[in-house]
């Protein structure tokens, strides 16, 4: 099954300002724009839009010379995304999986699962049904394949109609192929029949893009060939429960129970390194009544002892009658939060212990040399920078830390040659090859020179320039190029990969 959404944005802005179709500024001609190197382009456009001339594609400025009432907002394509994508899951209520067809439509494998509505035209009727109560004007279609399903429900007209009647455009083809059938005469699916096959073959035999080989997608069509589609995937919601033994009345009993679920959620939490915004607390009571609580917090949190406190407060009303048999907790709501080290101190005074005590036992039982810790010493190269000191050995006197550029969080135990492609022998790294991985730099800041020691470097030693860069999928890394052209203490520089970053 094929379901296209033609004014997917449109109904999401409509929706956002809380109006009905037609009414308020909806009734008036509006447009949603987008930024283009030759100036702001019309994304979609509402009816009121249509009917005055305004249609996607257009310039704003030859818009607004046919409707200069024209009032214009700023398209979000990852917004419509995220809704297409919660869309997909919520049409799984029709089949096992659904896919996205970007940029406003879904397919949904209903393969066994129409007699369960009743029938195709039934099931369709409550596809679009549903989807109109939600606020959204869909098209629909059902058929044996998912290109066939697709090329009635945009170009089908809702009635049934032979596949070979429908335009090429039917076939999920890019503009450039489109124009070229059409100046061949070829403007039905049909008419492809009628040329033979090898021909078309000799003709887009450079394509190996679907979209761009008519061969592909008419076999697509009729199914000779399997269409890979990628199903959408609901994301595992946290969740935890107690099953009762004996139901309980009591609330200093619920109280104990809300605390081992909150600790339970926080130990999932902290392993997926996520935080609760809501949580979700159900209660199933002997009778089969189900009493449920909402808490949110501002922050992304699994303290659970914050978390138990605070839904404490929302349990005072609480009638548990014959008592309260399961207890469910849920996060519909979750963040990213980074694990975080606690605090040695805070830790010692929840514990009753000290890192240091803790340091004394381990050199007790594994000798005082078996325990190390690292000791900074007044060096500017990364590597010299700390060394490591037995834990009982005293600390020495220093000058004081000395002023660095931030130093990344892991160090590679010795620094690892690359090759590097730049603009100019002194120019910044634009491209990086590392343990055969090729990494395109997206950003890149320094250098940070550090000169060599001089007092105990020979003078061949050549200086580095230190860079910190990040490629193209958002990883960053510290590297460093050892000499400059024509310094005289060796041939051309070399670039080496020390540290990444967090």
Not at 43 to 64: I, Q, Y
Not at 219 to 230: K, S
Not at 282 to 303: F, I, M, P
Not at 335 to 360: I, K, W, Y
Request: proline content about 7%; glycine content about 8%.
């Amino acid at each position: 099954m094929a379901i296209w959404c033609p004014a997917l944005a449109i109904d999401r802005w409509r929706l956002g300002e809380g109006l009905r179709r037609g009414e308020g500024a909806d009734a008036e001609p509006f447009a949603l724009i987008t930024e283009t190197a030759h100036g702001p382009r019309i994304a979609a456009a509402n009816p009121a839009g249509r009917d005055a001339g305004v249609h996607p594609g257009m310039m704003l400025a030859d818009a607004r010379a046919l409707c200069p009432a024209l009032a214009v907002a700023v398209a979000d394509p990852a917004g419509d995304l995220a809704l297409l994508e919660r869309l997909a899951l919520w049409a799984q209520r029709w089949g096992p999986w659904s896919a996205l067809d970007p940029p406003d439509g879904l397919i949904v494998d209903v393969t066994g699962a129409a007699h369960l509505f009743g029938g195709e035209a039934a099931m369709l009727d409550d596809v679009r049904c549903r989807l109109v109560a939600r606020g959204f004007a869909a098209r629909t279609a059902i058929a044996p394949t998912a290109g066939a399903a697709w090329a009635l429900a945009h170009y089908g007209g809702g009635r049934e109609i032979a596949l070979e009647h429908l335009p090429v455009a039917a076939l999920r083809l890019d503009g450039a192929t489109e124009l070229v059938l059409r100046r061949l005469g070829l403007k039905r699916i049909g008419d492809l029949s009628g040329v033979a096959r090898d021909a078309l073959a000799r003709r887009f035999r450079s394509t190996r893009a679907p979209a761009a080989n008519p061969l592909v997608r008419l076999d697509q069509l009729l199914g000779r060939v399997p269409e890979p589609i990628l199903p959408v995937l609901a994301e595992p919601l946290p969740l935890v429960q107690r099953r009762l033994m004996e139901p309980i009345r009591h609330r200093s009993l619920l109280d104990q129970v809300l605390a081992d679920l909150c600790v339970d959620m926080a130990r999932l939490l902290e392993g997926q390194a996520k935080g609760g915004r809501r949580f979700d607390l159900a209660l199933w009571k002997v009778d089969g009544e189900v009493l449920s609580r909402r808490l949110e917090l501002a922050a992304a949190s699994r303290d659970a002892a914050h978390i138990a406190g605070l839904f404490t407060r929302k349990l005072d009303d609480i009638d548990a009658g014959f008592g309260i048999e399961l207890a469910r907790l849920s996060v519909p709501w979750s963040e990213p939060l980074p694990l975080a080290q606690r605090d040695f101190e805070a830790a010692a005074e929840a514990h009753g212990t000290s890192l240091a005590a803790f340091v004394d036992r381990l050199a007790a039982r594994l000798g005082p040399q078996a325990v190390r810790r690292p000791q900074p010493r007044a060096s500017h190269l990364p590597e010299r920078a700390q060394r490591w000191v037995g834990a009982l050995e005293a600390e020495r006197n220093t000058q004081g830390e000395l002023a660095l550029h931030a130093r990344p969080l892991k160090l590679l135990d010795r620094a690892e040659p690359i090759a590097v492609l730049y603009a100019s022998p002194d120019g910044l790294p634009r491209r990086f090859r590392w343990r055969g991985e090729v990494h395109e730099v997206a950003r890149a800041e320094g250098p940070e020179r550090i000169a060599p020691e001089w007092w105990r470097e020979r003078s061949t030693t050549r200086l580095r320039d230190y860079y910190r860069v990040e490629d193209d999928a958002g990883r960053r890394y510290w590297i460093y190029r050892a000499g400059l052209a024509g310094d005289g203490r060796g041939g051309v520089p070399e670039w080496f990969l020390q540290g990444l970053y967090a």
